[in-house]
């Protein structure tokens, strides 16, 4: 495969390692240490690690400068992008600015409802959408073209990625608007936390017989659990997510203090049962501030030592 | 239909408290049909108003008067010779008729009466809900018939997003997600295999981006 970009991630993928990415969510604050100690603890152990862009819509650093603050440490970063905040003339203007530092990977996001954050009165912009924005991404790169048409200089060369959701409603266009995705132009699938496998095993099923696992280089989400209230709250609460009663309850009947460390188990059987499904080229694994597990979860699931790419 | 909602009492008094005589305009097209400020409305605001000046002991003339429109010249006409009689005006039409009768009587202090909402349709008896946002570039051709800009809460052209969940949107259990509903319709006509068009990144020039619209028709014009 030939690579479109120097983006390591790729070079993983296309030289089909198994992948693996985790995410940091940036400080409340302008604190750059804490950016950098998280990356500290999984750095080893992981690939390219994501930023996140102000998730769930509370105002954080910005995914950008974070990345740069990776970058400065030698890593891999990919920068989280939501078109909630910016327009077109904003969303070209960072992919430019991240570009400019090397910043190799993006993930096309719509982001979620300001409503669910700090700023719940404020506008939402959504000028394009998510798949409209790996377009963009992919015009800007290949055609070496501005939206508006005009020539850029030193073109940004990304790789693309956006996320899937396997659970979400309706279940029937699932496999059709990957099938979308991929048509837009994305190179690489970070999936929505997988909690049901047989589900997810169906859709990577439906995703195979569309071939489409051969046109996109998919990672299966994982987040670990740290207690039986999370996986109700998930289970409840968080719009989109699919957690079965067993994972809920496997859980609730372990002790308080070990419920953690179940976690931990349920999410590397996962990893262990997935890498076995065809079509699965990595997984990306949210540990939600509790990024010091990562390293743990990796080598438990045998995905440890990381591949050496050039 | 463009709906509002009434504006709460105390923000109208809070305008017009230090006023002596006081016309209520009523307007006899969307607001009435939305119950927001029809000639029923504008007879409920009168009472409530002569009942608060009572309490505070001032005698207040309010008079009551409902349009046919308040967005047309001719019939904001018809309070030419009566306008100078008063020293405000509560307009219960929506934005667009307050800011018309403010643009004729520059004189006299115009206060809205209503919150104007959004252009909609009458679900059942005292339930409004949008369905048009005016973006000026209509594309319920692709969308089977359901409008992504007015009924998505990110207005998403290539939906749905993550957050469908049993047909309902993220941001509210109660709400439908536009994407279930154009999927569900597309199934309907036999046209799923539409669902898999991208659509183009829209041109937001002819919506509110564009600046303030106009529309100047010389085929209909004297």
Redesign the interface.
């Known amino acids: 495969m030939k690579l479109k970009t120097s983006s390591k991630l790729e070079k993983i993928l296309a030289n089909s390692h198994l992948a693996v990415t985790s995410e940091c969510g940036p400080p409340r604050g302008s604190d750059p240490e804490v950016i950098i100690k998280k990356a500290d603890m999984i750095k080893d152990h992981v690939d390219a690690i994501n930023i996140t862009d102000n998730q769930t819509s509370v105002t954080r650093m910005c995914s950008l400068a974070a990345c740069i603050h990776l970058k400065h440490m030698g890593l891999e970063p990919v920068l989280q992008m939501v078109t909630r905040d910016r327009n077109r003339i904003a969303l070209q203007s960072d992919i430019l600015g991240a570009a400019s530092f090397d910043i190799n990977n993006i993930l096309c996001l719509s982001g979620d409802h300001q409503s669910f954050g700090d700023c719940s009165q404020g506008q939402n912009v959504h000028d394009i959408d998510s798949m409209q924005l790996i377009q963009t991404v992919r015009h800007m790169r290949d055609e070496g073209k501005f939206l508006g048409g005009d020539h850029i200089k030193r073109p940004p060369k990304m790789f693309v990625g956006a996320a899937a959701n396997p659970f979400a409603d309706p279940f029937e266009i699932r496999v059709p608007r990957l099938a979308k995705k991929v048509a837009a132009g994305v190179e690489f699938i970070q999936t929505q936390c997988i909690y049901n496998l047989d589900k997810f095993e169906q859709w990577m099923k439906m995703v195979c017989d569309r071939g489409l696992h051969e046109k996109v280089h998919i990672l299966a989400g994982m987040t670990p659990m740290k207690t039986a209230g999370m996986a109700k709250y998930m289970k409840k609460r968080v719009p989109g997510m699919d957690v079965p009663d067993e994972v809920v309850k496997r859980l609730a009947d372990t002790p308080k203090e070990k419920q953690g460390e179940e976690g931990i188990k349920i999410c590397i059987e996962a990893i262990q049962r997935l890498k076995e499904v065809q079509g699965v080229r990595g997984f990306h694994i949210m540990a939600i501030e509790w990024e010091e597990k990562v390293p743990e979860i990796v080598e438990a699931a045998g995905l440890y030592p990381r591949p050496k790419v050039d | 239909m463009i709906v509002a909602d009434k504006k709460p009492i105390e923000e109208i008094v809070e305008e017009i408290k230090d006023k002596e005589k006081i016309l209520i305009l009523g307007c006899n097209e969307c607001v009435t049909v939305c119950e927001a400020g029809g000639k029923k409305e504008v007879g409920v605001l009168a009472s409530a108003l002569r009942m608060y000046f009572l309490n505070q002991g001032r005698e207040v003339r309010i008079d009551e008067r409902t349009l046919e429109r308040q967005c047309d010249h001719e019939y904001l006409e018809e309070v030419r010779d009566v306008i100078d009689q008063y020293d405000a005006v509560v307009s219960l039409a929506c934005g667009v008729g307050v800011q018309f009768m403010a643009e004729k009587y520059h004189t006299t202090p115009v206060f809205p009466g209503v919150n104007t909402s959004f252009m909609g349709v009458t679900e059942q008896r005292g339930v409004w809900s949008e369905r048009c946002q005016g973006c000026g570039e209509c594309i319920l051709a692709r969308t089977g018939g359901i409008c992504p800009v007015s009924r998505c809460?990110?207005?998403?052209?290539?939906?749905?997003?993550?957050?469908?969940?049993?047909?309902k949107c993220?941001?509210n259990p109660e709400l439908d997600?536009a994407w279930?509903l154009i999927?569900?319709r597309l199934k309907a006509l036999g046209k799923l295999d539409d669902?898999?068009k991208?659509?183009?990144?829209?041109d937001?020039s002819t919506e509110r981006a564009g600046g303030p619209r106009k529309i100047v028709r010389e085929d209909v014009q004297q």
């Open positions: 809460a990110k207005r998403i052209f290539n939906g749905p997003c993550g957050g469908s969940t049993n047909g993220e941001i997600c279930q999927i569900d669902y898999e991208i659509t183009p990144i829209k937001w």
